[in-house]
């Protein structure tokens, strides 16, 4: 995790200052080195947390004859191949990481640059020449970024913290009480948005420009391969993702819930890892509630070096914590134990993977059981409700009574709004 803020202003009015200043938000993700970029009415500036290449590697970073200049969060898995395929092209290299990658790949294909990108990135590229500013980010919308175009001006950063905040944002608000979240581009403010998954923003003469580079979506075809065939295809595209993810000058570890997909991804990280993995795992006096049993299981099986944490934590304690560490309104449940394994796993590495993202690729909620079974029963359950609203309230994890209610009292609706019910 780093940090990276910028301003690009057509008055000039006084962007070195304020980007120190918006700079100084973002320590907390970049402790180990601070670097900036000014030039008359653009100032860039990037706060590191040193993965890959820790001698060479701290930003801005500028092509050879210093009219590109680049800062970013993230990592990008595949620049060793564009590295090669850039020296062939004749560009030299002064770095050994990722970062500078970026710079002669604007280079030889502009704004489209960001096409040839495989990993999860937040990227400001300051072309001097064209006397325009490109922010882009990896297709998931993984690492975040945010922005603020005012009046001929264009702010950005890593967090909200470090923008000026102005106004709320009453769409934001009702997103917010509808999905638990806010999703881009909107943010809790109004004249702040998030630079939506998948897009560049090209800011010139005072002017944003808004444009999509990526749509993942479910691939269309349905093949109808052997199970053992397409099993195997599986394994081998997530043995491949975890390797990509691995490539790092310093430990990388596990947050280990004790699931299938965190212990999917543990073993086969410790298959691939060519010391010991580290895993880290919080468990919770409420059994419901707790996984450590499975989470220790998979570290004795793959000879992890596992550390975990019993807690009964006070939720009411963490939430000045959490809002602060989360900017805007967030109501996630799952972000108090996320906050507290993230916690542990920092005494010892500085990257760590998560099994985040699973259920939502395979189908591991209940809310897509319950949306194949509404299509069927729909109505029923609509009648059945005043019954099953009388069941005893249980305070365990996704009791019985909890997904009951929820599903009668959802089923009969339209599919966008009986999934998010």
């Known amino acids: 995790m780093c940090g990276i803020c910028g301003v690009a202003s057509t008055n000039g009015s006084a962007v070195t200052e304020r980007v120190a200043a918006m700079s100084g938000t973002l320590v907390h993700r970049g402790p180990d080195s601070f670097g900036e970029f000014n030039d008359a009415s653009v100032a860039l500036a990037a706060r590191r947390l040193s993965i890959i290449d820790l001698e060479t590697g701290d930003q801005p970073i500028s092509n050879e004859d210093g009219s590109v200049h680049v800062v970013q969060n993230g990592e990008i898995y595949n620049y060793r191949e564009l590295r090669h395929e850039l020296e062939r092209a004749g560009h030299r290299f002064r770095t050994h990481g990722d970062t500078e990658v970026l710079v002669h790949l604007y280079e030889e294909h502009g704004v489209d640059f960001a096409e040839r990108l495989r990993g999860m990135f937040a990227i400001a590229i300051w072309d001097a020449r064209r006397r325009r500013l490109v922010l882009a980010r990896d297709r998931f919308g993984i690492k975040p970024l945010y922005y603020r175009a005012v009046d001929g001006e264009l702010e950005f950063a890593s967090e909200l913290r470090a923008l000026p905040r102005g106004e709320i944002d009453l769409d934001a608000v009702e997103a917010f009480l509808a999905f638990n979240s806010i999703p881009a581009p909107l943010t809790i403010f109004r004249e702040i948005r998030k630079l939506p998954a998948g897009h560049v923003l090209v800011w010139a003469d005072g002017h944003a420009d808004l444009r999509r580079f990526a749509r993942p979506a479910p691939a269309v075809e349905v093949r109808d391969d052997e199970e053992a065939e397409l099993v195997e295809e599986l394994r081998s595209r997530v043995r491949d993702s975890v390797r990509a993810h691995l490539v790092s000058d310093v430990p990388v570890g596990v947050l280990l819930s004790g699931g299938v997909d965190s212990s999917f991804l543990a073993a086969l990280a410790a298959e691939e890892s060519s010391e010991p993995l580290r895993t880290f795992s919080i468990g919770f006096e409420e059994r419901s509630f707790d996984e450590l049993a499975d989470a220790r299981r998979v570290a004795e099986r793959y000879g992890t070096l596992h550390r975990e944490l019993v807690l009964r934590p006070d939720a009411a304690l963490l939430l000045p914590a959490l809002a602060e560490a989360f900017d805007e309104p967030f ?34 909620y209940y809310t897509y059981a319950a949306d194949l079974l509404a299509e069927r029963v729909g109505g029923l359950a609509q009648r059945v409700r005043p019954l099953v609203e009388r069941l005893p309230t249980s305070t365990g994890r996704a009791s019985f009574d909890y997904r009951a209610k929820r599903f009668v009292r959802s089923a009969h609706l339209p599919p966008l709004e009986r999934h998010h019910g």
């Open 331 to 364: 109501a996630d449940s799952s972000a108090l134990p996320t906050y507290l394994v993230s916690q542990l796993a920092a005494r010892d590495v500085k990257v760590a993977l998560s099994g985040e993202g699973g259920d939502e690729l395979f189908g591991g």
